[in-house]
């Protein structure tokens, strides 16, 4: 009893000696910065990583200069001038004092554009981000990354047919 009360002393005290690092730190890290004006609002964009490329994961925020409360707003993610994307901007799920998108992606390399509508106490706005460069994709095509990561899984498939093979014979 007292091996096990021990035991799960030391489980929760490790537990809270790591997580307690990992809270200290700022959620997001805005690497870059644009300033937007938006009707009457100053808006900054805050990219996590810089420069963007596609299908590159990161985090975008959208803070108002006076905060977002009492606002509401719409982002249009548009490339080479097509729609792409339309969506109501919401709050950063890990820094919720900005609105934000939380490990957003880009699919294809070239020239973006982000339009914002902002509503809110001084009346309503529309700016856009415009020539926003996104660089091609890092690292190889994706279709050799597919291909190299199912190596192990073509590994794992022939252990398992090979196993299945000599207990079958071992048994018959």
């Given at each position: 009893m007292r091996k096990t009360?021990?035991?799960?002393?030391?489980?929760?005290?490790?537990?809270?000696?790591?997580?307690?690092?990992a809270l200290a730190f700022e959620?997001?890290?805005?690497?870059?910065?644009?300033?937007?004006?938006?009707?009457?609002?100053?808006?900054?964009?805050?990219?996590?990583?810089?420069?963007?490329?596609?299908?590159?994961?990161?985090?975008?925020?959208f803070a108002p200069e006076d905060g977002i409360t009492g606002k509401k707003g719409t982002l249009t993610v548009l490339h080479n001038g097509v729609e792409a994307e339309d969506d109501p901007l919401a709050r950063h799920p890990r820094k919720r004092e900005v609105w934000g998108l939380d490990i957003y992606a880009l699919p294809e390399p070239g020239t973006w554009t982000m339009r914002f509508d902002v509503e809110g106490p001084a009346g309503a706005g529309t700016g856009e981000l415009t020539n926003l460069q996104v660089m091609e994709q890092p690292g190889p095509p994706m279709g050799l990354s597919?291909?190299?990561?199912?190596?192990?899984?073509?590994?794992?498939?022939?252990?398992?047919?090979?196993?299945?093979?000599?207990?079958?014979?071992?048994?018959d």
């Open positions: 009360l021990l035991g799960l002393a030391g489980t929760v005290a490790l537990l809270l000696g790591l997580t307690a690092p959620p997001v890290n805005v690497v870059h910065t644009e300033k937007v004006q938006v009707g009457p609002y100053d808006l900054t964009v805050g990219f996590s990583t810089w420069p963007v490329k596609a299908m590159q994961s990161l985090d975008f925020t597919w291909a190299v990561s199912t190596i192990p899984l073509f590994g794992l498939i022939a252990l398992i047919v090979i196993a299945w093979r000599r207990t079958r014979t071992a048994v």
